[in-house]
């Protein structure tokens, strides 16, 4: 499956964004899809991730109450809504996919979009 996220860019302390992960060649259906995030000088972290069926969503606790993972099978799309924004949610973000029945491991994703970088200014 190739994937390619999009929507990120310059927002206030405060403000939210939507990026979106479309999703091309093979069933998207099949995939539990995640975002993680990194950080100039940091890891790859772990940030949501959604179910097949998109039943069930998981979420860092750095996001959770933050962020929300829908997802929209017909359309092949995944999104990450994240709203009341920080300066430490500046980071390149990155959707992915698996079928690994672990989440929150960057190492059980083997695909992966080119990024999308999001700036949020104090």
């Known amino acids: 499956v190739q994937l390619q996220a999009s929507g990120g860019g310059l927002v206030q302390a405060g403000g939210s964004l939507r990026l979106s992960c479309a999703a091309s060649?093979?069933?998207?259906?099949?995939?539990?899809m995640g975002w993680f995030r990194q950080a100039p000088g940091k890891e790859r972290e772990f940030v949501a991730r959604?179910?097949?069926?998109?039943?069930?969503?998981w979420y860092a606790d750095s996001v959770k109450g933050r962020v929300t993972i829908p997802r929209d099978n017909a359309k092949n799309m995944v999104y990450l809504q994240m709203n009341s924004l920080k300066p430490e949610d500046t980071a390149i973000y990155y959707c992915?996919?698996?079928?690994?029945?672990?989440?929150?491991?960057?190492?059980?994703?083997?695909?992966w979009g080119q990024g999308t970088l999001v700036t949020v200014s104090s």
């Open positions: 959604i179910s097949r069926s998109g039943s069930m969503t």
């Open positions: 992915a996919a698996s079928m690994s029945p672990f989440h929150s491991r960057a190492s059980d994703y083997p695909y």
């Open positions: 060649g093979d069933s998207f259906s099949n995939y539990k």
